[in-house]
């Protein structure tokens, strides 16, 4: 279906490699990242919060950053790799932030859980924290309404020490 | 400087592993945790319509038309609900007091508030629904020029509440306050106003409703009250007597249950803080259900929160205390005029700290509801109580330094030894240790009291302090603990988990009563075919539910003791059943002779031993005073140009009785200090108080702390066993968090600068304000 | 939200091909564009997708540097010669949004960041921003993050981002491609005040595609700062921020200075008479004071946010004086220097 301006609004057919599998989609232009994930594909891990880019509820890692999902169109990340907490772990083998939150005690209600750990594993690979002060400010985008921050922090930091001694 | 931090910066230990970490924690951290809004279509058997709101844009008038020709033609639209098609609901008569109590949804034209739900999109996509709802037009009819928001042009609207919150007296008189006020060497007289703020739990309010062919209805939603969302369905949509009937009266009074229609699934809250119980969208999914004949979602936006959940409402108090040249309370008087909406009967209980925090002869409450055009206010963490600490804690403050006493000493001497309002004896009170405790911590005696008089690297550092105190109360909770032939038990109890940890507790009380190992312990939870298991409010689920597991557990004990020592094949046979001890799954006389609890199950004629237990008939009432108790100690910076303000150190100490797991109560304590911090410095929502329409209805302005707003935070948990109050020596820690934290930064505010902020939320503005006017 | 249509462009000339089409919009990271179409506020009829566009990289550029329009936030504050050449913009950004935001959104995108304004955002209010000729609700409404200088009777608006705060000190300039050919606009040039006319934003025309911003070959690296005042210690928009760069002379005494506000106005504010005022003076309240008075002057409040006025001065002499003692505000440490 072409609309007055003369640009389709069609489902576009697209790839996407979603937690290491290779998926072939076809996709509204409007389909945000998020919708795409929790109302086609059902891996509702990944959490709407606020659906403006304004909670970090729904963060994932896109071709290994952190990004919100909820302010990323599926039709524009045609060909992208996505992590998402269903990606993270095992039963077996829990990513170390996974295991550090457990630990740490790191959350509460859950629900910003999924968001805050893809959030982490992304600010470990960036590499820009150092400190606890650093870690906080670099996951400021991530709200935690239960107020787990600081136990939070020390899930990261333990996480950070750990690959520091490794 | 930074690698100098770098030392401080290693993590702080995890707690030992000892400690039971949350049950639910491996779904948690793996996305696997399942909330309402997760729900798809799988699920539901393939089929689940997608519900999407539109809402008022408007706070009073009519409804002229909605015109819901354009959306009804979109790609997916099933149904538009409104009030022109929407089923007829019965009233409700039962557990009100929030806004769904007085005002049923979709039932006329009639406009109360703005952001009312006006009608439902139905569509098989969110998608679909989404852009339908977008395509709906609402015509209205003028608003009403006398509509009001605002305590300040209440017009007439305010009047004396006789109760406020869950019945707390809204008037209060000891003694003669206004003479000893009047004739008291020290005299304080102060006003403090607080603004409207919204829960945002971080997930939205959510339901799912499914309505089987049997005219069954089975409704899935985050909520604080499994059973008292069953009974508003059941009379909302006319079910028999026994889905009408408040089920804690057949179970917890009649102590017998029948089936029933209606079935409430609340497996896990994602936040709910007071915000999720007897919300609107409860009743919208099961009206849109029942006209499409197939299961519908509905997610509010988080735009819609802020008009169909509730919030911590405006309220204004002034405060007076008079005290003696010794600095001896003689009169404690509370004014507050408080918001309320004109559906929904909630006051907040403001008074509720104030009657029992200190030790005074005269204490006068009054308290005064004003009815706005607003959606209905309702409960809060630290309902009531934070917000009368925040006055009654920064009048403190103001008395103390009228006095020349610290203001930790004029605490001291003002210290309730018994329960002031009613003259009981406390069950236990350690706040002196909690006092202690903090103040060591923090460093209290080493600050220089002298106002506006300590620096820090150029900021201005001020210290506060605070009494909180939280009430303890218990409600009756009926529990079903099954322990199996394979020696592993089943809890049943339907209460809820909304993030503080319950099921863990629950399960360990029961895993420790029955001696087992935690891993041998199931807990049912969540769901109202569940027996009762009371409301998760108040910080009283530990002892409510908690108190109903106990016993039932040590029904089951005592029965699987008795029978073991009667039965020959055991190695305990003959032994005194009262000498056995239950541990690790074994039991254990005191010869030494021992047998597994599994290997004792398997041979049980019956194949199990299954008790229900019913606790709290009484509804808590005990001959003592019973409460929760902390000290809440904060550190500011202020920088002396900007008045950019910083809490340095938050350090709370809390009494709260038996703590069943140190790890999830401190993260609870921790994070209602969070709480308090968002309180006092952030949180506010915005009102247009022309149009009564709320403006900043989302996480960008709505401001809520960041993890970089939380800098040192410590809880430190007091030693204390309230056995005297409660079998299980339970208080309940879930609010007292945050009950002192605004004082105590107001307080610390008032030590960094000299000036005195009496208007929550804190920020800078009010700061520079109260500066340039001194 | 309604659909749209969508087209991925191949390069620049398709994309501004395809820009001149009615109601459509580039789609850049898209942080602020799909939050705005969420809400009703921006209704395109079709995106024109640009992030295939070869415009990611940040390259030398006339002794100074080139910022792809698609570089993205963050690669751009973690450049390494970013961060030694123009650490003032670096600071900035990272004052900025969150991480996860500053790894979508883009450089070009940042300086299209439309107002917060609730009235704005709301498509039941009056607003000349988004429906001119409706009127603006802001005025005598919630109005605590809105302008104090720029402002006309008809939109209070603010520029929220804080990057063009940085660029429009470091004077950078906006390359842009259009129907009729390539351009460059200078940053103080780049944002518009509303006047009577507060739905355009800048001074693009219809079509134009920003693809690079230039930073010039000025080393401001020593005696810089981005000092922001916000309600919460991150992840908000700023109540008042400010920019300064300053060239010092060997004896102390102020060769140059540049100061712009942030959060305050419709555009990143400069008033090069206020900076005048400083050069050849050295570091002292009394220049630093008479430098904020001037320029504020003019400012007026609209009740909430009345309080700015004030803020602003004191921020801005701070920031002096953090530019000057070379001791700049970090983004972490959260107290102010």
């Not at chain 2, 075919?529 to 109903?548: I, K």
């Not at chain 2, 200090?673 to 009564?692: C, F, I, K, N, Y």
């Amino acid at each position: 279906m072409d609309n007055a301006t003369g640009f389709s609004n069609a489902a576009l057919p697209i790839t996407l490699t979603i937690n290491g599998a290779e998926q072939r989609l076809a996709v509204e232009p409007r389909t945000t990242l998020l919708d795409l994930l929790r109302e086609t594909l059902h891996l509702t891990g990944t959490k709407k919060g606020c659906d403006h880019g304004q909670c970090g509820a729904c963060t994932v890692l896109v071709d290994g950053q952190r990004r919100v999902s909820c302010l990323a169109l599926a039709c524009a990340h045609d060909g992208a790799s996505i992590t998402t907490i269903e990606g993270l772990g095992t039963d077996d083998e829990l990513h170390p932030v996974q295991q550090a939150f457990l630990d740490y005690d790191a959350y509460q209600c859950g629900y910003c859980t999924p968001g805050q750990i893809c959030s982490a594993v992304g600010l470990l690979q960036e590499g820009h924290a150092r400190t606890r002060n650093e870690i906080r400010e670099l996951m400021s985008g991530n709200l935690c309404r239960c107020g787990a921050y600081a136990n939070i922090s020390d899930a990261i930091l333990s996480v950070l020490s750990q690959q520091e001694t490794v | 400087m930074a690698n100098a931090n770098n030392i401080s910066d290693l993590a702080s230990a995890a707690p030992p592993a000892s400690i039971p970490r949350r049950i639910e924690g491996r779904d948690k951290v793996r996305g696997r945790a399942r909330y309402a809004g997760d729900i798809t279509s799988q699920e539901m058997g393939g089929v689940l319509d997608v519900a999407v709101a539109v809402t008022s844009t408007q706070a009073s008038g009519q409804v002229l038309a909605i015109d819901d020709a354009a959306a009804l033609k979109m790609p997916g639209v099933r149904l538009v609900v409104s009030h022109e098609n929407a089923p007829r609901l019965h009233k409700i008569m039962s557990l009100t007091g929030a806004e769904i109590g007085d005002l049923l949804p979709l039932q006329d034209a009639k406009i109360h508030y703005a952001g009312q739900c006006l009608a439902l999109v139905v569509a098989d996509t969110l998608e679909h629904a989404r852009a339908a709802a977008a395509a709906v037009e609402v015509r209205y009819s003028a608003p009403d020029p006398q509509a009001a928001f605002t305590l300040a042009e209440d017009g007439g609207r305010t009047k004396d509440v006789a109760k406020v919150g869950g019945g707390d007296p809204g008037q209060v008189k000891i003694g003669e306050a206004r003479p000893a006020y009047e004739k008291a060497d020290f005299q304080v007289d102060m006003t403090f106003l607080t603004a409207p703020h919204h829960h945002n739990a971080m997930e939205p309010g959510a339901v799912v409703a499914a309505w089987d062919e049997d005219g069954g209805l089975t409704v899935q939603l985050p909520t604080q009250f499994s059973y008292g969302e069953a009974v508003i369905l059941g009379e909302a949509f006319g079910f028999g007597l026994k889905d009408r009937l408040p089920r804690l009266i057949s179970q917890v009074l009649g102590g017998f249950d029948f089936n029933h229609k209606v079935r409430v699934i609340a497996t896990l809250a994602g936040g709910s803080f007071g915000g999720k119980t007897s919300n609107v969208h409860l009743l919208l999914a099961p009206l849109a259900a029942k006209l499409t004949g197939r299961p519908v979602k509905l997610v509010l936006t988080r735009a819609q929160t802020f008009s169909l959940m509730p919030y911590r409402g405006e309220t204004q108090q002034r405060i007076r205390l008079g005290a003696d040249q010794n600095g001896q309370l003689q009169a404690i008087i509370q004014d507050a005029v408080l918001a309320k909406g004109t559906a929904g009967q909630f006051v907040e209980p403001t008074s509720e700290a104030t009657v029992k925090a200190y030790s005074s002869p005269n204490i006068l409450v009054h308290q005064q509801a004003a009815a706005l055009d607003l959606n209905a206010p309702g409960w809060m963490r630290g309902p009531g109580a934070c917000l009368g600490q925040f006055a009654l804690e920064s009048a403190m403050d103001m008395l103390a330094e009228k006095t020349g006493l610290d203001p930790l000493d004029l605490r001291l001497r003002n210290h309730a030894d018994v329960e002031p309002d009613t003259g009981k004896e406390w069950s236990s009170k350690s706040l002196i240790q909690c006092y202690q405790a903090g103040a060591a911590r923090i460093g209290w005696a080493d600050r220089d009291p002298r106002v506006a008089s300590m620096r820090e690297g150029g900021r201005l550092i001020g210290y506060g302090m605070a009494t909180a105190i939280y009430p303890v109360k218990q409600m009756p909770a009926v529990a079903c603990v099954i322990l199996g032939a394979d020696g592993q038990a089943v809890v049943q109890t339907a209460t809820q988990e909304i993030g503080q940890g319950m099921i863990t507790a629950l399960t360990q009380i029961a895993a420790e009563t029955l001696g087992l190992e935690l891993a041998a312990v199931r807990l049912e939870w969540g769901d109202s075919a569940l027996p009762y298991g009371g409301m998760t409010v108040g910080s009283m689920t530990t002892l409510s539910a908690g108190a109903a597991i106990q016993e039932a557990a040590q029904q089951v004990r005592q029965t699987l003791l008795k029978w073991v020592v009667q039965d020959p094949a055991s190695p305990l046979h003959g032994q005194p059943a009262d000498g056995l001890r239950v541990a690790q799954g074994r039991l254990v006389a005191p010869n030494g002779a021992s047998e597994a609890v599994a290997a004792a199950m398997a041979r049980h004629p019956d194949g199990s031993i299954n008790e229900e237990a019913i606790t709290g008939r009484t509804f808590g009432h005990s001959p003592y005073g019973r409460s929760a108790f902390g000290a809440q100690f904060v550190k500011v910076s202020v920088d002396p140009d900007t008045l950019h303000i910083q809490v340095e150190r938050l350090v709370g100490a809390y009494a709260g009785g038996r703590v069943i797991n140190p790890v999830l109560v401190r993260s609870q304590l921790l994070g209602a200090m969070v709480w308090g911090l968002g309180q006092a410095l952030l949180e506010e929502s915005s009102l247009d108080p022309r149009t009564g329409r709320w403006m900043n209805t989302n996480l960008a302005e709505a401001l809520v702390p960041t993890n970089a707003d939380i800098a040192n935070i410590e809880a430190i948990i007091i030693d204390e066993d309230d056995t005297r109050g409660h079998p299980l020596g339970v208080k309940g820690l879930g609010e007292i968090g945050i009950v002192g934290t605004s004082a105590a930064i107001a307080n610390a505010i008032y030590h960094a600068t000299g000036q005195r902020l009496t208007s929550l939320p804190m920020r800078l503005d009010k700061l520079l304000a109260a500066r340039l006017n001194a | 939200m309604n659909n749209f249509g969508y087209l991925r462009a191949g390069d620049v000339a398709e994309a501004v091909r395809a820009g001149q089409a009615p109601a459509v919009r580039f789609l850049a990271g898209g942080t602020n564009l799909l939050d705005l179409i969420k809400y009703e506020v921006e209704q395109p009829a079709a995106l024109i997708d640009i992030n295939r566009l070869p415009l990611r990289t940040i390259e030398a550029h006339e002794g100074g540097l080139r910022l792809g329009a698609l570089a993205t936030n963050a690669e751009t504050a973690y450049h390494p010669e970013i961060a030694q050449r123009y650490p003032l913009l670096s600071s900035t950004i990272l004052a900025g949004a969150s991480a996860q935001l500053r790894n979508a959104a883009t450089n070009g995108g940042n300086l299209l960041q439309r107002t917060r304004c609730l009235y704005f955002y709301d498509p039941a209010s009056p607003c000349n921003k988004r429906a001119p000729g409706s009127g603006c609700g802001a005025l005598g409404g919630v109005n605590r993050g809105l302008a104090i200088l720029g402002a006309s009777s008809q939109c209070i608006a603010t520029y929220p981002g804080d990057m063009a705060v940085a660029l429009a000190a470091l004077e950078a300039r906006v390359q842009v491609s259009g129907p009729a050919g390539a351009r460059t606009i200078a940053l103080a040039d780049f944002h518009r005040l509303p006047g009577d006319e507060p739905s355009r934003d800048n001074t693009l025309t219809p079509g134009e595609l920003i693809t690079a911003i230039n930073l010039p070959d000025e080393d401001f690296s020593q005696h810089y700062t981005y000092l922001k005042i916000r309600d919460r210690l991150s992840y908000a928009f700023a109540l008042v921020s400010v920019a300064v760069v300053l060239r010092l002379a060997a004896d102390g005494i102020i060769a140059e200075a540049r100061i712009a506000l942030g959060g305050v106005a419709p555009k990143p504010w400069r008033v090069p008479a206020a900076e005048a005022l400083l050069v050849g003076q050295r570091p002292s309240a009394e220049a630093f004071g008479a430098a904020a008075s001037r320029l504020l002057a003019g400012a007026v409040g609209q009740g909430e946010n009345d309080f700015k006025i004030e803020l602003a001065h004191r921020a801005i002499v701070r920031a002096c004086w953090q530019a000057a003692a070379g001791t700049p505000q970090s983004q972490t440490d959260k107290h102010i220097r």
